[in-house]
C-alpha cells in the first residue's frame, strides 16, 4: 500500500517535499495556488486553498493533508476535519500560527518566556505601551505577516492608524500586537518534530542573521552555544508542541538577550532556519515533517558535520536566471549544495539557498556565502 500525503500549497517547501517523499516511496499530491509554482513536479490540482470545496475534493483520498504555509482559513481546516479526513498540524494548533494574539495568550498560560506584550485597539493604547517600555515598541498585525512585512518599530501613537483603519475596513475590527522592542544579542532558532503518538526529537540550536526583516543566513549548530542553553531552547520548544498539540515540524524563533531567551515567533511546518538539515543532517526537515504527519518514528536529527551554514539566494541575477550560473558557482565551490525554488528572479525574493557543510566555520561560511553570491549581482 503507498502512502499519500497531500499537501496545501505550491511553494519551495512543498517543492523540497518531493525528493524525500520518493525515497520514502510516499505519494506526495500538491494542492498548488497557481500553474507553474515551485511544487510544480508534485501539483495534481491547481485551485484557491481558501475554498472549502476545492480544498476537500483535493483531500479525499490522500491518508493525511499537510500544509507548504499557515493562511488556510479556520472554516476550511474544519470542513477537512468534518469530512473525516486527518489534517497535521491540526486545526486547533494552527490557530496559534495563524494569530499572534492567540499565539501570546497561549504561550502565556504555558508559562513559557516572551516580550513584554498588549492588545491594542486604538492609538491610545500604542502610547500607553510606550510610556512603559522606553518611548519605542514593535507593531505587529495579528495575521498574514511573514518575512519581517505586518511588523513595524513605532515610536509614536499614530504610526499604526493605517492599520486601525484597515482592520475596521476588512470587516472584522479587531487588535494589534504590541511588543517591547527587545534588546537581543542574536536571534537564534529551535526546531522540534513531534507525531501525533507523541514521540518528539528536537535538532541542534541555530544562529538566524537577517536581513531587512527576512532571513538571510543559518548556522548550525549556532556560536557559543553550551549545553544548558542547548536544554533550555529544546525543552521550551518541546514544551510549545505538546502544549499546542503539533503534529509535523515546528520552528520556535528565539531572541538570546544578556540573560535570557524569549519566544519571537512561531512556524508550523518545514522552516527557513531548517534548510540546513537537507545536507547537514541525519535527517532533514522535510523528510523528518513528512514522518511525522504520516505518524511513523522520527529520524535521527544529529548534524553529520562539525558546521553546516545556509546562505539564502536573494533576488537573483538582474538579467537571466539561476540556470545560467549553475555552472561558474559549481566550478568554484564543488562543496557547496545548492537548491534553487523553480522562481523567477526578483528583487528581494528567496529565489534559492546554498549550504556548506565542514569543521571550520569560517572556511564553510566563506564558501557558501561566496556560492551564493555568483547568483546575485
Same mark, same amino acid.
Given at each position: 500500500m503507498t502512502l499519500r500525503v497531500g499537501v496545501v500549497g505550491g511553494g519551495q517547501l512543498a517543492r523540497m517535499m518531493i525528493a524525500? =517523499?520518493? $525515497?520514502?516511496?510516499?505519494?506526495?499530491?500538491? #494542492? +498548488? @495556488? %497557481?500553474?507553474?509554482?515551485?511544487?510544480? *513536479?508534485?501539483?495534481?490540482?491547481?485551485?484557491?486553498?481558501?475554498?472549502?470545496?476545492?480544498?476537500?475534493?483535493?483531500?479525499?483520498?490522500?491518508?493525511?493533508?499537510?500544509?507548504?504555509?499557515?493562511?488556510?482559513?479556520?472554516?476550511v481546516l474544519g470542513a477537512l476535519v468534518d469530512a473525516g479526513i486527518a489534517v497535521r498540524p491540526?486545526?486547533?494548533?494552527?490557530?496559534?500560527?495563524?494569530?499572534?494574539?492567540?499565539?501570546?495568550?497561549?504561550?502565556?498560560?504555558?508559562?513559557?518566556?516572551?516580550?513584554?506584550?498588549?492588545?491594542?485597539?486604538?492609538?491610545?493604547?500604542?502610547?500607553?505601551?510606550?510610556?512603559?517600555?522606553?518611548?519605542?515598541?514593535?507593531?505587529?498585525?495579528?495575521?498574514?505577516?511573514?518575512?519581517?512585512?505586518?511588523?513595524?518599530?513605532?515610536?509614536? =501613537?499614530? $504610526?499604526?492608524?493605517?492599520?486601525?483603519?484597515? #482592520? +475596521? @475596513? %476588512?470587516?472584522?475590527?479587531?487588535?494589534? *500586537?504590541?511588543?517591547?522592542?527587545?534588546?537581543?544579542?542574536?536571534?537564534?532558532?529551535?526546531?522540534?518534530?513531534?507525531?501525533?503518538?507523541?514521540?518528539?526529537?528536537?535538532?541542534?540550536?541555530?544562529?538566524?542573521?537577517?536581513?531587512?526583516?527576512?532571513?538571510?543566513?543559518?548556522?548550525?549548530?549556532?556560536?557559543?552555544?553550551?549545553?544548558?542553553?542547548?536544554?533550555?531552547?529544546?525543552?521550551?520548544?518541546?514544551?510549545?508542541?505538546?502544549?499546542?498539540?503539533?503534529?509535523?515540524?515546528?520552528?520556535?524563533e528565539l531572541f538570546e538577550t544578556a540573560d535570557r531567551v524569549l519566544v519571537n515567533e512561531l512556524a508550523m511546518r518545514p522552516h527557513n532556519s531548517g534548510h540546513w538539515t537537507q545536507d547537514g543532517a541525519v535527517t532533514s526537515q522535510f523528510e523528518q515533517h513528512l514522518r511525522a504527519v504520516l505518524d511513523l518514528p522520527l529520524g535521527d536529527s544529529s548534524p553529520k558535520a562539525t558546521w553546516t551554514v545556509m546562505i539564502n539566494i536573494l533576488g537573483g541575477p538582474a538579467e537571466g536566471g539561476l540556470v545560467e550560473r549553475f555552472g561558474d558557482a559549481m566550478a568554484r565551490h564543488p562543496e557547496a549544495k545548492v537548491h534553487t525554488y523553480g522562481k523567477s528572479p526578483r528583487p528581494g525574493r528567496k529565489v534559492g539557498h546554498v549550504n556548506v557543510s565542514g569543521d571550520d566555520l569560517d572556511d564553510v561560511a566563506y564558501a557558501a556565502r561566496a556560492a551564493a553570491a555568483v547568483f546575485v549581482d
Open positions: 524525500p =517523499a520518493v $525515497e520514502l516511496g510516499v505519494e506526495l499530491r500538491v #494542492l +498548488a @495556488e %497557481d500553474d507553474g509554482m515551485s511544487a510544480a *513536479l508534485a501539483a495534481t490540482a491547481v485551485g484557491d486553498y481558501r475554498d472549502a470545496d476545492t480544498v476537500v475534493r483535493f483531500a479525499r483520498d490522500v491518508d493525511v493533508v499537510t500544509f507548504d504555509h499557515e493562511h488556510v482559513p479556520q472554516d491540526g486545526p486547533h494548533a494552527l490557530r496559534f500560527a495563524q494569530d499572534k494574539l492567540h499565539m501570546r495568550r497561549r504561550l502565556d498560560e504555558l508559562g513559557m518566556p516572551q516580550p513584554d506584550w498588549a492588545a491594542v485597539s486604538d492609538a491610545a493604547g500604542i502610547e500607553a505601551f510606550l510610556a512603559e517600555h522606553g518611548g519605542r515598541a514593535v507593531v505587529k498585525t495579528p495575521r498574514g505577516g511573514y518575512d519581517g512585512k505586518g511588523v513595524r518599530v513605532v515610536s509614536s =501613537a499614530h $504610526e499604526a492608524d493605517d492599520w486601525f483603519t484597515a #482592520l +475596521a @475596513e %476588512d470587516g472584522r475590527g479587531g487588535e494589534l *500586537l504590541i511588543e517591547e522592542l527587545v534588546p537581543f544579542i542574536r536571534e537564534l532558532a529551535q526546531q522540534v518534530a513531534r507525531r501525533p503518538s507523541g514521540e518528539v526529537r528536537a535538532y541542534p540550536l541555530v544562529e538566524t542573521v537577517q536581513r531587512d526583516g527576512v532571513c538571510a543566513e543559518v548556522l548550525a549548530p549556532a556560536q557559543r552555544t553550551g549545553e544548558r542553553e542547548q536544554q533550555v531552547t529544546s525543552e521550551i520548544a518541546v514544551g510549545i508542541a505538546e502544549g499546542l498539540d503539533v503534529s509535523g515540524m515546528l520552528a520556535v
